[in-house]
């Protein structure tokens, strides 16, 4: 039978590891601490060994995956620094019935939780839907009305607590097409997209910041849909499924690509909804 790890040798394996990890670096504690997601004076007390406890679960994972090794090694569980499975990638689908709270997208979104969510949406933003909105491009795509309302509802409790931090961007084109009634919105009616955007502004508003909208030209770049989901991983959708990737480079490389994004957006997150609201119907 295997002794149990003794809480302390956990601290102190971790404390000596850290001091690795940095010293490889080349990082001053200011810059460590920021990469990985902490303030200095933080880093400075588990770097110290004053206490036996470990930093949050979010932030292991963090310097684990900053500097590439694995959890295991970081603990002192192992002494294979190797990140096992780190260029894995599949395809797994997102949906599931019995309602949005049982899927591996929201799965994903609870593990993100503290995180920076980054998302591209294929359309309208599921949680800036209303339900009628919801009940007509579910009827269109042959899907549950109530399963798309529980995700939409998901995503709205999901941004409304203070931990979350997600930016989302898309083609302002897109709420054009949508505010004149073409493209899938084509036979919407008039009063159903007007009651949508002011739906759709008075949550952005409500929603800010934690959840922060900007708009570009869709003439400048292009981009597919996806999410990714703080260190963790990318999901590209790809109509009722999605293409999920978990290799750390894959991941740096399509945030890049979404503050890029970000960077060329015509319209900032607070200037969003009153954007909505000037949308022309006719």
């Given at each position: 039978?295997?002794?149990?790890?003794?809480?302390?040798d956990?601290?102190?394996?971790?404390?000596?590891?850290?001091?690795?990890?940095?010293?490889?670096?080349?990082?001053?504690?200011?810059?460590?601490?920021?990469?990985?997601?902490i303030?200095?004076?933080?880093?400075?007390?588990?770097?110290?060994?004053?206490?036996?406890?470990?930093?949050?679960?979010?932030?292991?994972?963090?310097?684990?995956?900053?500097?590439?090794?694995s959890?295991?090694?970081?603990?002192?569980?192992?002494?294979?620094e190797?990140?096992?499975?780190?260029?894995?990638?599949?395809?797994?689908?997102?949906?599931?019935?019995?309602?949005?709270?049982?899927?591996?997208?929201?799965?994903?979104?609870?593990?993100?939780?503290?995180?920076?969510?980054r998302?591209?949406?294929?359309?309208?933003?599921?949680?800036?839907?209303?339900?009628?909105?919801?009940?007509?491009?579910?009827?269109?795509a042959?899907?549950?009305?109530q399963?798309?309302r529980?995700?939409?509802?998901?995503?709205v409790?999901?941004?409304?607590?203070?931990?979350?931090?997600?930016?989302?961007?898309?083609?302002?084109?897109?709420?054009?097409?949508?505010?004149?009634?073409?493209?899938?919105?084509?036979?919407?009616?008039?009063?159903?997209?007007?009651?949508?955007?002011?739906?759709?502004?008075?949550?952005?508003?409500?929603?800010?910041?934690?959840?922060?909208?900007?708009?570009?030209?869709?003439?400048?770049?292009?981009?597919?849909?996806?999410?990714?989901?703080?260190?963790?991983?990318a999901a590209?959708y790809?109509?009722g499924?999605?293409?999920?990737l978990?290799?750390?480079?894959?991941?740096?490389?399509?945030?890049?690509?979404?503050?890029?994004?970000?960077?060329?957006?015509?319209?900032?997150?607070?200037?969003?909804?009153?954007?909505?609201r000037?949308?022309?119907?006719?």
């Amino acid at each position: 039978m295997s002794q149990a790890i003794d809480k302390r040798d956990l601290s102190e394996i971790f404390r000596e590891r850290l001091k690795i990890l940095l010293q490889r670096s080349g990082l001053n504690q200011s810059a460590f601490a920021a990469a990985v997601g902490i303030d200095r004076s933080a880093l400075s007390q588990l770097l110290a060994g004053s206490s036996t406890r470990l930093p949050r679960a979010e932030t292991l994972m963090n310097i684990a995956a900053r500097h590439q090794v694995s959890l295991d090694w970081l603990l002192g569980l192992s002494q294979d620094e190797g990140i096992t499975g780190e260029l894995r990638e599949n395809m797994e689908i997102a949906e599931a019935e019995g309602g949005f709270g049982s899927t591996l997208l929201a799965r994903w979104h609870a593990e993100a939780v503290g995180t920076k969510i980054r998302y591209v949406p294929s359309g309208i933003p599921d949680l800036l839907r209303s339900d009628e909105v919801i009940d007509f491009e579910a009827d269109a795509a042959k899907t549950s009305r109530q399963a798309q309302r529980d995700e939409a509802q998901y995503r709205v409790d999901y941004n409304r607590r203070p931990e979350t931090d997600m930016e989302v961007c898309m083609p302002r084109q897109t709420l054009e097409l949508f505010a004149r009634g073409l493209g899938r919105w084509s036979g919407l009616p008039r009063a159903v997209r007007a009651r949508q955007l002011a739906h759709m502004a008075d949550l952005i508003d409500d929603l800010y910041p934690t959840f922060r909208l900007f708009l570009f030209d869709w003439r400048a770049r292009f981009s597919a849909p996806y999410t990714i989901f703080g260190p963790y991983r990318a999901a590209i959708y790809l109509g009722g499924m999605y293409l999920v990737l978990n290799a750390r480079q894959t991941i740096t490389t399509l945030t890049r690509h979404f503050d890029g994004l970000i960077r060329i957006a015509e319209v900032n997150a607070h200037e969003t909804a009153d954007f909505v609201r000037r949308l022309d119907l006719d």
